[in-house]
């Protein structure tokens, strides 16, 4: 079974800085997609970023990008220029390819102060 | 384009009663899971319908259940309701195309049940 672990249960940021929130999962499996979303308080999960396992380049999305080290099995978003709209909770899951089955880390509650 | 929709947004039951959630998925949408959210065990999945099918289960008893409907809605079901069912019930939905290895997934906004 695949297993994600956050291990960050609550982190701070200035506004304008850089903020790295860490993820390891565990897995047999070489097809998968990792992700992050995010959870603002009124709690509709968004999509920020997926990370295709079998590709070796880390995806970015404008403020967003991650680290994504394969053998390490460890899955990091960095988040930069940070604003107060980012605070939220933060989940890394993973996806066996094929499947629709997401399997969630507990989460990471990020706060941007001004 | 709507998004995913549920409904109730909220709910509040006692213990021993029974609850049906509801789940509108995007249109051109065929699958829609769902999910709890409870501070303790974070965000598990129940179960994936596709097809008006049962495609995949997750880890929970028998009093929570599903079906979904030809227009691809879906309905979960909880009996005899413990207070350990009070959660934020999420569902997701995606086109799930076939050949696709991925499907990204929509969130609805959840349905908070709280169990008295």
């Known amino acids: 079974a695949q297993t994600v672990t956050q291990s960050q249960p609550e982190m701070s940021v200035q506004e304008a800085e850089t903020v790295t929130l860490s993820c390891t999962y565990d897995?047999?499996?070489?097809?998968?997609?990792l992700f992050w979303y995010k959870q603002p308080p009124s709690r509709q999960m968004i999509l920020v970023i997926r990370?295709?396992?079998?590709?070796?380049q880390n995806a970015t999305e404008n403020r967003f990008s991650v680290n994504f080290q394969k053998a390490a099995k460890s899955f990091s978003l960095k988040i930069s220029d940070s604003q107060l709209g980012d605070t939220a909770m933060y989940f890394c899951?993973?996806?066996?390819?094929?499947?629709?089955?997401?399997?969630f880390g507990k989460g990471t509650k990020l706060t941007v102060n001004p | 384009k709507a998004g995913v929709t549920q409904t109730p947004r909220y709910l509040i039951k006692t213990r021993g009663q029974q609850v049906t959630l509801s789940c509108s998925p995007i249109?051109?949408?065929?699958?829609v899971s769902w999910y709890q959210q409870t501070p303790g065990q974070g965000l598990q999945f129940l179960f994936e319908?596709?097809?008006?099918?049962?495609?995949n289960k997750g880890n929970f008893p028998g009093r929570f259940s599903g079906r979904q409907f030809s227009n691809s809605r879906s309905e979960m079901n909880v009996s005899t309701l413990e207070l350990g069912d009070s959660a934020l019930y999420l569902c997701?939905?995606?086109?799930?195309?076939?050949?696709?290895?991925?499907?990204?997934?929509?969130f609805g906004p959840g349905t908070r049940l709280t169990v008295l």
């Open positions: 997701a939905s995606s086109r799930r195309e076939v050949g696709l290895d991925y499907n990204e997934q929509f």
């Open positions: 897995t047999s499996e070489n097809n998968y997609y």
């Open positions: 990370q295709e396992a079998y590709k070796q």
């Open positions: 899951a993973f996806l066996q390819g094929g499947s629709e089955k997401l399997v």
């Open positions: 249109s051109g949408h065929r699958s």
């Open positions: 319908y596709f097809s008006e099918t049962q495609r």
